[in-house]
């Protein structure tokens, strides 16, 4: 848990955003963190694809709920656990088309800022 805290205390954003985009349930807790830094209204996407175990629940991924904020002409930074396929991190950004900026943050993965990208990462505050 030490290595990711560190991680997330000295990794550094390039742009200022408006707003942080969490994707339900995995990127609550890394937007949770990376607020404490940046100070910025976090809103939620509730996008599934996989089940706990990261076993795929659906052929492609699904909202959940509506989209109830404004993204329009706003500088997103879109945060999730993990990007495994990209599949995900896809579909939201399609839903958020209408931003002015679009960066993705991800503990575990290819993103625009990542804490790691390793295959196999245990997240420390999975019980």
């Known amino acids: 848990m030490e290595e990711v805290l560190d991680r997330f ?7 200022d955003f408006d707003l942080i985009v969490a994707i339900a349930n995995g990127g609550i807790v890394p937007a949770g963190i990376i607020n404490q830094r940046l100070e910025k209204d976090i809103q939620l996407l509730h996008i599934n694809l996989r089940d706990k175990y990261q076993h795929p629940k659906y052929e492609t ?3 959940l709920g509506p989209v109830d904020f404004d993204c329009n002409g706003k500088r997103i930074l879109l945060v999730d656990d993990r990007i495994k396929t990209g599949a995900t991190i896809l579909f939201a950004k399609e839903l958020l088309k ?3 900026l679009l960066k993705t943050f991800a503990v575990n993965g290819n993103a625009d800022y990542a804490l790691f990208n390793e295959a196999c990462f245990k997240f ?4």
Not at 124 to 127: G, H, K, T
């Open 9 to 15: 205390k000295t990794i550094q954003f390039q742009e």
């Open 124 to 127: 420390p505050w999975i019980l």
């Open 61 to 63: 991924p699904r909202l």
């Open 98 to 100: 209408e931003a002015a």
